[in-house]
């Protein structure tokens, strides 16, 4: 590494200079290990100089690709830049300054952040055991209400809620109150015991869904996400878009992306192999992992957080501490998770034994 680089990244937390150091095992963020689907591509070698020109303001294509993906309308499919702007989009679409956005916690860390930009008021309901907790995220919405965000699978838990579970939520919000089911990691779930809310709850009026490219589907980089709900909503969260947020490169690489299904739920495949061998290694090893259904496991380890990414990085594998509460770590390929798993292994013989 450069003398400047080195200096540039002095201060930085190691999950952030990780992705700046040649040569490191990055496990921070939960993209895909495996690089670009092979149809992605090419669309990017044939591609690049479309980038000189503004892109399609409203993604015709792709948004007609995702409702023939999923045999929906295209008035019912609303794009964003990344599935992170598009629940900030049903966030400003559906939220007044002081209005309350009820969500699980600790869940994604852009809730926060979102409820704050649209000057909502975040009501935040502690997981319970790690998972979240249907009774109190009811009990938590008031007459101030708008939005309800439900992270299942739940980052950066890993934990899913069941079909009862959300039924009993959903149950519970008045019909005037949106919810967002964020279904970022859908393609790693188990069919069986996580419900696909699309297909259970996609016509519900006040119900939106967001999925993303940035995982299974190996786009992280490019920014593109979407949701689906009913014509009414999703004209209002297209509405509140940035203009051309998402670029005409990412618009033609999720269309080739969408043709390989059948390449990523290979893929999705062998992470949840491998999310399945690094579970049983890590508790084998002392560690409480609470069962992930994503592309990543969750280490409980409190104060321990902190340190022990700075004892992964130190070893060239960064991963994600949220100081006080937990590590999250990617699943990688195979061989880099076996270098997470000694270092991890090694932590334990030497601080939790
Ligand atoms: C639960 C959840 N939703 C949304 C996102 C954002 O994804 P995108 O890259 O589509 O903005 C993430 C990314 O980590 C996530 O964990």
């Avoid at 992705?19 to 963020?29: E, F, I, Q, T, W």
């Avoid at 990017?44 to 479309?50: E, F, P, Q, R, S």
């Avoid at 998972?131 to 995220?137: I, L, R």
């Avoid at 299904?261 to 062998?270: D, I, P, S």
């Amino acid at each position: 590494m450069t003398v400047k680089l080195r200096a540039a990244m002095a201060g930085l937390p190691s999950y952030v200079a990780g992705r700046k150091s040649p040569g490191a095992v990055v496990l921070a963020s939960n993209e895909s290990p495996f690089g670009l689907l092979p149809a992605v591509e090419a669309v990017i070698n044939d591609l690049t100089a479309g980038v000189s020109r503004y892109p399609d303001m409203t993604s015709t294509r792709l948004v007609e690709a995702i409702a023939e993906h999923h045999a929906v309308a295209p008035d019912r499919i609303g794009v964003g830049a990344g599935s992170v702007e598009v629940v900030g989009q049903v966030a400003a679409a559906v939220v007044d300054a002081g209005d309350e956005v009820v969500f699980g916690w600790r869940a994604f860390e852009a809730y926060p952040i979102i409820t704050t930009v649209v000057g909502g008021t975040a009501v935040m309901v502690p997981l319970r055991d790690h998972v979240h907790d249907v009774e109190a995220m009811a009990a938590a919405i008031t007459g101030r209400t708008r939005l309800v965000l439900i992270c299942n699978p739940n980052n950066p838990t890993g934990t899913a809620i069941g079909p009862t579970e959300l039924a009993q939520l959903l149950n519970a919000v008045p019909d005037d109150v949106t919810v967002v089911i964020d279904e970022a990691y859908h393609h790693y779930a188990d069919p069986e015991l996580v419900p696909d809310a699309l297909e259970r709850y996609g016509d519900r009026d006040n119900v939106v869904v967001t999925r993303t490219f940035s995982k299974a589907f190996a786009l992280a980089g490019l920014r593109v996400g979407y949701c689906i709900g009913a014509p009414n909503l999703v004209a209002a969260v297209r509405k509140t878009q940035v203009p051309f947020s998402v670029s005409g490169l990412a618009q033609d690489c999720a269309i080739a992306a969408l043709g390989e299904e059948k390449e990523v739920r290979r893929r999705a495949g062998l992470t949840i192999a491998e999310r399945r061998r690094v579970t049983t290694a890590l508790t084998d090893a002392g560690y409480d992992v609470p069962p992930s259904q994503a592309n990543f496991v969750w280490l409980p380890i409190g104060d321990e957080a902190a340190d022990f990414a700075e004892h992964c990085s130190a070893g060239g594998v960064i991963v994600r501490p949220f100081a006080g509460d937990g590590v999250r770590v990617t699943i990688g390929l195979p061989e880099e998770n076996d270098r997470f798993l000694e270092l991890a292994s090694a932590w334990a013989a030497s601080h939790r034994a």
